[in-house]
């Protein structure tokens, strides 16, 4: 698989590497959008991704239809923005390795994000476009 940085522009990039919140957008089965905000990260495999729990509107939307978008803005400037237009592919996550890697990227207490009764599933954003805001020159 290509990674996330391979479709993403230079000058867009830091988007994805620093510990930001995204609006992650589903559709749900009436064919209505329901976003959430969200935490995400690219992992050692140049893989975006994420973890959601299997009780969240977000997981039954995407069970249904993985077509789904994660929106950034830059906090310093809200006009600079990505935007990823993605099939979301979920795996069950029984060990919470990636909710783990939250905690690591986000700088939080492990325990804060890790309850072992949760169910938890793995997102990986598989993306099919990649816009930034403002458009690359050139």
């Avoid at 620093?18 to 064919?31: E, F, M, N, R, W």
């Avoid at 069970?63 to 809200?78: E, H, R, T």
């Avoid at 935007?83 to 060990?95: F, K, S």
């Amino acid at each position: 698989m290509p990674s996330i940085f391979d479709a993403t522009p230079e000058s867009h990039k830091d988007l994805l590497t620093s510990p930001l919140t995204a609006a992650l957008t589903t559709i749900d089965g009436q064919g209505r959008p329901q976003s959430t905000a969200v935490w995400y990260f690219v992992d050692n495999d140049g893989q975006l991704k994420g973890s959601i729990t299997s009780d969240r509107q977000k997981y039954k939307n995407l069970g249904g239809n993985p077509n789904c978008d994660l929106f950034i803005i830059d906090p310093q400037n809200s006009f600079r923005t990505l935007e990823v237009r993605a099939q979301a592919e979920l795996a069950p996550d029984p060990a919470k390795a990636t909710v783990r890697k939250f905690a690591e990227v986000y700088g939080v207490d492990e325990a804060m994000l890790v309850k072992q009764d949760e169910d938890r599933y793995t997102i990986t954003y598989r993306p099919w476009r990649v816009v930034a805001n403002p458009p690359v020159q050139g």
